[in-house]
């Protein structure tokens, strides 16, 4: 047999280096020794903490403690596997007789963790009536660690006690409570004890929710879903928490992985701790329970869990978005009253919209984004002014100046700007209707059926909007005429309806009646005719039935007043272009081009004396910017 010529040796921080987390992070540390009482058998463990400095740590538990042979095979050998030794399970005894229970060690390193605390440790293990006491120290050399000191002495029962002296950390009590606390999941057999509090295990609670699931690759978990009451939302507490055999592997978070499955700082996140039972991974565990390893078992679990959360996440949120619309309404209503229908339209669509793409968010999130929509809804100050003016008489100039003088260099700018798109419609429309050539259907009709401020002051109101029920009425009255089989976009023009050689289109005005309820008061009905068609008699007579059926229809449950606009490209000679239909409607026939006319004029002559008056004001801020300015004074030199 060769002679050995050369032993290994250890560095005097061995451990510390190898097992750092273990040595030097306090919660990791009570965690291990915990868990050392477990894999012992024990019922009940007792943790005394020092009130001051050079105090002592003692952990003690009622386990099946160790013989003197025991201890050199099991506590000094480094990296013992308890597993291949001992089995995966522990007997001990419950109150209901003899049980077993799934062991958490498997690296043989948790009993290193009193290292944290100091270079030395004292350990006193009973059984069968003798105690076997030790003291530990780190040293290096040949050994990793050595003990410097055994003794024995007579005790009867069975435990384990582990004593450390002047500590170099002294942990605090809550720390430890609460880390122990959410770190091991509720077991009646088994219960410990801070400075004679007991723990109350976090997840001794009723879940809102546990569902048994199986993975593609056929591992089973059991997820539990808690809320965390009020007061006690921590990230100690809140997130997705896996454990194996009733421990905890590593903190709750709400990353799986490199997956963020919800923002820490959100409500839902702050509100709940979702437990993940993953017993299936015991054998995947980091050695200081930090983490998985990576493995194709613990990817296919987390992808799972990924699943099942965002699933939950998602239905939870469904029945929080109605609470969050609610209260951030009320919250920006002052503002909000002062919309126009259609700009609370375009707010009921955005609530709609972003509520179904965001469910998470929470109320003062929505608030900020309501707040600056509604400014922006607001913003429209150059139409609002524009109906200002569109409806005073332009000749009246004292009322005009009274109106302007009002109003700012901004504001007149905004009127302007309108104007000139308004001039820039008329004028695609001039060209449009007398080219052969145009689309129609997707390029004069959607101009004209829009731009409604170009039959007259009236419809210069953004408070005619699109209504489902009307849009029906009209489709039902047009269904022998109707030809939807169009390139359309039906969700962006649900008011319009396509003929063959027309398209109608239906707008209202909605007000409250003496007892708050909405109803139709005014209807606009829109017909333009395909390019060279001449408006005639049938055609006169088929807006009269419009307005006759959808008055008398008793469809709409009101008395609306009705007016239908009939537009083609030349009207006949023969037909009225003016029809009243006794107090309830009226038909007026124009052609393109007399929309386009009266229209046009009445814009140039607005815009003319609002830039009359934007270049004098203009010229006005000018100087009196200039006038503000500090001057220097001159000074009279003497003759």
């Known amino acids: 047999m060769a002679e050995t010529i050369r032993k290994s040796t250890f560095e005097k921080d061995f451990i510390e280096r190898t097992y750092s987390s273990i040595v030097s992070d306090v919660t990791i540390a009570f965690s291990e020794l915990v868990a050392n009482s477990w894999d012992a058998g024990a019922t009940t463990v007792y943790i005394t903490l020092p009130t001051k400095a050079n105090g002592k740590i003692i952990i003690e538990d009622n386990g099946s403690g160790m013989t003197d042979n025991e201890f050199q095979e099991r506590w000094m050998v480094i990296a013992y596997n308890r597993v291949a030794h001992q089995g995966q399970y522990i007997e001990y005894a419950s109150s209901q007789g003899k049980a077993k229970r799934l062991a958490y060690g498997r690296n043989g390193v948790g009993r290193h963790s009193m290292l944290c605390f100091n270079d030395q440790y004292e350990i006193e293990t009973w059984r069968d009536g003798m105690c076997n006491k030790y003291l530990i120290s780190v040293d290096g050399g040949d050994s990793a660690f050595s003990v410097i000191e055994h003794n024995t002495f007579p005790k009867e029962g069975h435990g384990t006690k582990l004593i450390v002296k002047s500590v170099k950390k002294i942990p605090q009590k809550r720390e430890v409570k609460q880390t122990l606390g959410y770190r091991f999941l509720f077991d009646p057999e088994f219960s410990v004890f801070v400075n004679n509090e007991k723990i109350e295990f976090q997840n001794n609670l009723k879940p809102l929710v546990s569902k048994d699931i199986t993975t ?86 987390f992808s799972a869990v990924v699943q099942y959360v965002r699933e939950y996440r998602i239905e939870y949120y469904r029945g929080k978005v109605s609470e969050v619309r609610s209260d951030a309404i009320r919250r920006n209503l002052d503002r909000i009253e002062t919309l126009s229908i259609p700009a609370l339209y375009d707010l009921k669509g955005f609530f709609e919209y972003y509520l179904e793409q ?89 101009l004209v059926s829009q731009a409604k401020w170009l039959f007259g002051i009236e419809y210069d109101n953004l408070n005619y909007t699109f209504n489902r029920q009307l849009t029906t009425v009209m489709h039902t009255l047009l269904k022998s005429q109707r030809k939807e089989n169009v390139d359309i976009n039906w969700r962006k023009r649900p008011d319009l309806v396509i003929g063959s050689e027309f398209s109608v289109s239906s ?84 052609t393109y081009a007399q929309l386009v006319q009266t229209a046009s004029k009445r814009l140039f002559n607005l815009k003319n004396k609002l830039t009359e008056r934007y270049q004098e004001m203009n010229a006005k801020d000018y100087i009196a910017e200039i006038l503000n300015e500090p001057q220097q004074t001159e000074m009279a030199l003497p003759g």
């Not at 005014?522 to 055609?539: M, N, P, Q, S, Y």
Request: hydrophobic share 35%.
């Open 216 to 301: 593609k690759a056929k591992n089973n978990l059991k997820v539990s879903i808690y809320t965390i009451p009020e007061g006690e939302k921590t990230t100690a507490t809140n997130g997705i928490a896996f454990w194996a055999s009733g421990r905890l592997v590593g903190n709750p978070s709400w990353y799986v992985g490199n997956t963020r499955v919800e923002d820490a700082r959100r409500k839902f996140a702050l509100r709940h701790l979702i437990v993940v039972q993953a017993d299936c991974l015991i054998d995947d565990v980091q050695y200081d329970w930090a983490k998985f390893l990576n493995t194709e078992k613990v990817n296919d679990v």
């Open 358 to 446: 965001r469910p998470e968010v929470d109320n003062d999130e929505l608030s900020i984004i309501i707040d600056a929509l509604v400014s922006v809804l607001q913003a429209r100050n150059g139409i609002l002014l524009l109906q200002k003016l569109a409806n005073m008489d332009s000749e009246d100039i004292d009322t005009l100046n009274d109106l302007l003088d009002e109003w700012s260099v901004s504001d007149i700018r905004d009127v302007l700007e309108e104007i000139d798109h308004r001039l820039k419609v008329i004028n695609a429309i001039e060209q449009l209707c007398s080219d052969p050539t145009t689309d129609e259907l997707h390029v004069l009709h959607p």
């Open 507 to 590: 707008t209202c005005i909605e007000e409250s009646d003496s007892n708050d309820m909405f109803c139709i008061s005014k209807i606009l009905i829109i017909e333009l005719k395909k390019g060279g068609f001449t408006i005639g008699r049938d055609e006169v007579g088929q807006a009269e039935e419009y307005i006759d059926s959808i008055y008398h229809g008793n469809k709409l449950n009101c008395k609306p007043k009705i007016k239908a606009y009939v537009v083609g490209d030349s009207v006949s000679p023969t037909i009225s272009t003016h029809k009243t239909l006794e107090t309830y409607g009226e038909v007026f026939v124009y």
